[in-house]
């Protein structure tokens, strides 16, 4: 299983086609999941950074992203595990919960 962070996302969502290339390999031989706190940064940097509009990302996460993917819920255990890894690394919390799932 391999978890799919926004950058990745955001490159595909913005017609980086390197990056829709490898996203077609993934589909065809892993299985691949990410959470709501990607989502919701894909979403907003995608706006920020590069001016994609709110119903195009939208778009583009229900129609090429959300069918392929399994979203894992954020529960305790993995604000356990990010509180851990935000004092041993000192990254930001997204990033800690992120890799709370690794």
Do not use: Q
């Not at 919701?40 to 995608?46: A, G, K, P, Q, T």
């Amino acid at each position: 299983m391999i978890f799919l962070d926004a950058n990745f996302l955001i490159y595909l969502n913005s017609g980086v086609s390197e990056v829709k290339e490898y996203y077609i390999k993934l589909l065809t031989y892993e299985s691949l999941f990410s959470d709501p706190l990607v989502i919701d940064e894909v979403i907003y940097v995608s706006k920020k950074k590069y001016g994609v509009k709110y119903c195009d990302t939208i778009e583009f996460l229900d129609e090429i992203v959300l069918k392929y993917l399994t979203v894992l819920p954020i529960t305790i255990k993995e604000y356990e595990r990010a509180k851990e890894i935000m004092r041993k690394y000192s990254v930001k919390p997204s990033d800690a919960i992120d890799n709370s799932f690794r």
